[in-house]
């Protein structure tokens, strides 16, 4: 084949989400590998993925708990710029109530988008310390990364071929509302994320950050 220059149909197009940024600081491994958590807002992965639709490449950031594997920010763009991965964690911040001293440590990979100054300054500004891994080595960010991957599992295989960003969007939109309130985990004794959570803030010794 290579004589006739010819090849074999390659299946699909592989993406490329992260790009490290080697100019750029690089904030220590808090983590070591260890994503396990005693509470809620105590670590959170984060991280970018990507989904072919017909229109165009669609990309989406979750930010996950690692106490209750509940999805806390998500957002979905046509683009991979530092504004998509901000919005997802702003979204985390608004709807956990986030305040400085929450002791909270943020986990990503070492894209350019993660150890931007626009993404550090905000994790600064909400007190939570920015933990990032080595260089292209999943295992560093494994839980993040199997996110990703029951995200493309249970959703982007099962239900495309997609056609444009609405309908990805959309999709997403009710996933993240069914893996959080309904879908059974089993790292959680079988509950939800929605409902593991809520069985920690129910402890007569607990109070929410917000109270």
């Known amino acids: 084949m290579r004589e006739l220059g010819i090849e074999g149909v390659i299946r699909g197009q592989r ?4 790009v490290p940024e080697l100019t750029a600081p690089r904030p220590p491994d808090l983590v070591n590998r260890r994503f396990t958590a005693e509470r809620p807002n105590q670590l959170w992965p984060a991280d970018l993925t990507y989904v072919r639709a017909w229109s165009g490449w669609v990309h989406v950031a979750f930010v996950l708990d ?42 990503s990979d070492r894209g350019s988008q993660y150890v931007s100054i626009r993404y550090t300054e905000r994790l600064a500004e909400a007190g939570a310390p920015a933990s990032v891994g080595s260089v292209a080595d999943s295992y560093d960010n494994a ?38 309130g309904e879908r059974l985990h089993s790292a959680l004794g079988h509950l939800p994320p929605d409902e593991y959570e809520q069985a920690y803030w129910a402890r007569p010794e607990q109070v929410p950050q917000a109270a």
């Open 15 to 18: 993406r490329r989400t992260t």
């Open 66 to 107: 690692a106490y209750s594997r509940r999805i806390v920010g998500r957002r979905a763009a046509t683009h991979m710029r530092t504004d998509l991965p901000l919005d997802a964690l702003e979204m985390a911040l608004w709807r956990q109530r986030i305040k400085k001293g929450a002791d909270l440590i943020h986990h």
């Open 143 to 180: 839980m993040a990364e199997a996110l990703n991957g029951t995200f493309k599992a249970e959703l982007i295989e099962h239900q495309g071929p997609w056609r444009d960003f609405d309908e990805v969007e959309r999709a997403v939109l009710q996933w993240v509302a069914w893996y959080n």
